[in-house]
C-alpha cells in the first residue's frame, strides 16, 4: 500500500448556502482522500480566518495558494504523517490566526491528508482514529428552530435544539428529534405560522418573541408523546456576541435592552421555566464577568445544567485553559476549521478531556455532503455531536452516516450517558 502523496489539488465546490468552498484532493497511488472547509456564520473574534476573495465569497485566492505553497510541500509526504504535516502547514501560514494562507485552505488539507490515511489503510475514518473497541455513539443536539445569523436576526436566540437525553441508542435519538421536528411542523401550521427554515434546517421563527419558541418546543416535544426533560431536553445556543450592544445585549426580537446583570437574570428566569440543559455562549466572548455569573446562576438551578463555549473558545486548547480557570466552561464546541488543522482541534478535544468537561464535535452552518465531524465524533469518543436540524441534505448526510456506523458498533450504536456535572 502506498502512503506517499504523489498528487494534491485545490477546487472551489458550493456549500450549503450556495457559496464557494475550497475542497482539496490528494492522491497516494490508487488512493484518494478529500477534504472540504466548512464555514461559519456566527464567527468568534479568534477563530481562524477564511481567505476569500473580495467579491462573491470566491476561493480562488485559496485555490491559489493551496497550488503554491501548499501542494509543493505536501508531494512527497507520508499521509500517516497527520501531526507534522499540520505542523508544517501552520508554520507555512506564519500569522497567529491563519489569515495568510487561510484557515479554510489548511482546515480542507488537513481533512484530506486524514481522509487519505484512512482510506490507504483500507479503513473507514471512525475506525482508524478509534483507540479502543467497545467504541459508543455521541449524543446529537438537533436543531428544530434557527434564529440569530442564521434567520436575519428573526429572533435573537441562535439554535434552539432538543437533546434526546433518555435514548438508548443511536436510532432511536434520531427517531425522537425527527417526530419534535414534526410535531412541531403541525404546531406551526396550526397556526398559520409555519414559513420556511433557517440555515441549518430547523423553523425559520414566525413568533411573537425570544420566549416563545421555548413555549414552542416544549409543546413539542410533548404533541410528540415524549416527557420534556427526562426524554427530550432543550439545548440553546444564544450566540450573545451577534445582539451585544455597547457593554449590554440588545434583543430585537423582544424590542428590549439588558445589561448584562439583567440579562443574565432573564435568562436564568428562562432555564428555570423551561427544560433547558446545555446554554452555549450566554454573553459575549469580552463578557467574561457574566458569563461566569450565568454559569453560577444556572449550576443553582439544576444539577445537569451546562454552559457551552463557543466563540468564547473557538476550539483553541489554550483558550480552553483559560475559561475553565475562569469558571466559564463545562462544555466547548470542537469545530476543526476554528482551529485549523485537525491536529489542534484534537488537542483542544483532549484539552476538555483532562478538564473534565465535554467535548462536543461540532459541523458548521455552512456546510456539504462530506460526513468527517460524524467519523471525527466516534472516532475520538466525544460524548455530543451538534450538526444542526434533521432535515437539508448537508445535515441528514451526517446523522445517516451515524446510522450506518452505528450499525457496526456492539449492541447497534449504544449512546453512552452523560456523566455528572464536574
Ligand atoms: P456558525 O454557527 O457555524 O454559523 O458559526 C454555529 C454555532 O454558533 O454553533
Ligand atoms: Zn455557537
Avoid at 99 to 122: D, E, F, K, P, Y
Avoid at 232 to 245: E, P, T
Wanted: hydrophobic letters at 45%; a negative charge.
Amino acid at each position: 500500500m502506498q502512503y506517499r502523496i504523489d498528487s494534491a489539488r485545490a477546487r472551489a465546490i458550493y456549500d450549503s448556502r450556495g457559496r464557494p468552498t475550497i475542497e482539496v484532493e490528494l492522491r497516494a497511488g490508487t488512493t484518494v482522500g478529500r477534504g472540504i472547509a466548512p464555514a461559519g456564520a456566527s464567527t468568534g473574534a479568534f477563530e481562524a480566518h477564511e481567505l476569500r476573495d473580495p467579491l462573491h465569497y470566491g476561493v480562488s485566492r485559496a485555490c491559489a495558494a493551496f497550488a503554491a505553497e501548499i501542494a509543493p510541500a505536501l508531494i512527497g509526504a507520508d499521509c500517516r504523517d497527520q501531526q507534522r504535516i499540520d505542523t508544517r502547514l501552520i508554520a507555512l501560514d506564519a500569522t497567529p490566526q491563519r489569515s495568510r494562507l487561510g484557515g479554510n485552505t489548511l482546515i480542507a488539507t488537513s481533512l484530506a491528508v486524514l481522509q487519505t490515511a484512512a482510506a490507504a489503510a483500507g479503513e473507514p475514518l471512525w475506525r482508524h482514529l478509534a483507540t479502543q473497541n467497545d467504541l459508543t455513539m455521541p449524543l446529537p443536539e438537533i436543531q428544530i428552530i434557527g434564529g440569530g445569523a442564521h434567520a436575519q436576526g428573526r429572533i435573537d436566540l441562535q439554535d434552539i435544539m432538543v437533546l434526546p437525553v433518555g435514548a438508548p441508542d443511536w436510532p432511536t435519538a434520531l427517531q425522537w428529534c425527527a417526530r419534535v421536528y414534526h410535531s412541531l411542523a403541525g404546531i406551526l401550521a396550526d397556526a398559520g405560522q409555519l414559513r420556511g427554515v433557517a440555515d441549518e434546517g430547523g423553523f425559520w421563527p414566525d413568533v411573537a418573541g425570544n420566549e416563545a419558541v421555548l413555549e414552542l418546543t416544549v409543546a413539542a416535544i410533548e404533541k410528540a408523546g415524549l416527557r420534556p426533560l427526562d426524554d427530550v431536553a432543550i439545548s440553546l445556543d444564544v450566540a450573545a456576541n451577534q445582539f451585544a450592544r455597547d457593554g449590554g445585549y440588545h434583543l430585537r426580537a423582544d424590542a428590549a435592552n439588558f445589561t448584562g446583570a439583567q440579562w443574565v437574570e432573564q435568562l436564568a428566569r428562562w432555564c428555570r421555566r423551561y427544560p433547558i440543559v446545555l446554554v452555549e455562549d450566554p454573553c459575549a466572548e469580552d463578557d467574561r464577568a457574566h458569563y461566569a455569573a450565568f454559569r453560577t446562576q444556572l449550576h443553582g438551578l439544576r444539577g445537569d445544567a451546562r454552559i457551552v463555549g463557543d466563540d468564547l473558545v473557538v476550539t483553541n486548547a489554550a483558550r480552553i485553559d483559560q475559561a475553565v480557570h475562569d469558571g466559564l466552561i463545562d462544555a466547548a464546541l470542537i469545530k476543526p476549521n476554528q482551529a485549523g488543522t485537525i491536529t489542534e482541534a484534537h488537542a483542544a478535544l483532549m484539552r476538555c478531556e483532562s478538564h473534565n468537561i465535554l467535548p462536543i464535535v461540532s459541523a458548521r452552518s455552512g456546510e456539504t455532503e462530506d460526513t468527517t465531524v460524524m467519523h471525527l465524533a466516534v472516532g475520538w469518543q466525544a460524548p455530543l455531536i451538534k450538526v444542526g436540524s434533521i432535515t437539508r441534505g448537508e445535515r441528514t448526510a451526517k446523522w445517516n452516516e451515524g446510522l450506518r456506523i452505528a450499525e457496526q458498533l456492539q449492541g447497534g450504536g449504544v449512546i453512552r450517558p452523560l456523566p455528572a456535572r464536574h
